[in-house]
């Protein structure tokens, strides 16, 4: 694990694997970059593969409060490719990560090759569609509960390991 530091000094943790070209992952809302398992050790394979707890996540530093935004988020991935010694990467980004990753392609364009966005949105009205009951689910931190809003129950059935492995972020409770 390496350290990154953002903008107000929070501690970025971040790790790297692979050889290639560059590709950032940022992982969605609650989930560490240990969510990234098989999935970073695949891509691996073929890519420089940098990941990385976003700011009161897994191994990283809580920092400010009023840099809880994913903008924020975005500027703390650039931080991350710095401290990589990378000028641009292809960008990766699942759900609230993928709204992080398209405020770096818009912030910082001449940093992504490639930008690569999975079941995320551009943030808008997120607030008016949200689910009350998914919401508790992803903030109680209980394992079953958070199970079905990411997987389908029966590939989590056959899949124990990987399922428990994108579940073991350490997100703290809000």
Known sequence: MKIALAADGAELAWAEEGAGEPLLLNAGQATGMTGWGPTAEALA??????RFDHRGIGRSSRGNADRYTTKSFAANAIAVLQA???DA??????SMG???????AIDHPHRVRALVLAAT???KG???????????????????RMVPLFFD?????????ETRTFSTSAAPPS
């Not at 394979?45 to 940098?50: G, K, L, N, Y």
């Not at 993928?98 to 770096?104: E, N």
């Open 45 to 50: 394979q073929h890519f420089r593969v940098i």
């Open 84 to 86: 990589a010694g990378v």
């Open 89 to 94: 990467a292809h960008v990766y980004g699942h």
């Open 98 to 104: 993928g709204r992080v990753a398209q405020w770096v």
């Open 121 to 123: 949105s551009g943030g």
């Open 126 to 144: 997120l607030r008016a569609g949200r689910n009350d009951a998914a919401m508790a689910a992803l903030l109680s931190g209980d394992f079953d």
């Open 153 to 161: 129950p029966e590939w989590a059935h056959r899949h124990p390991a």
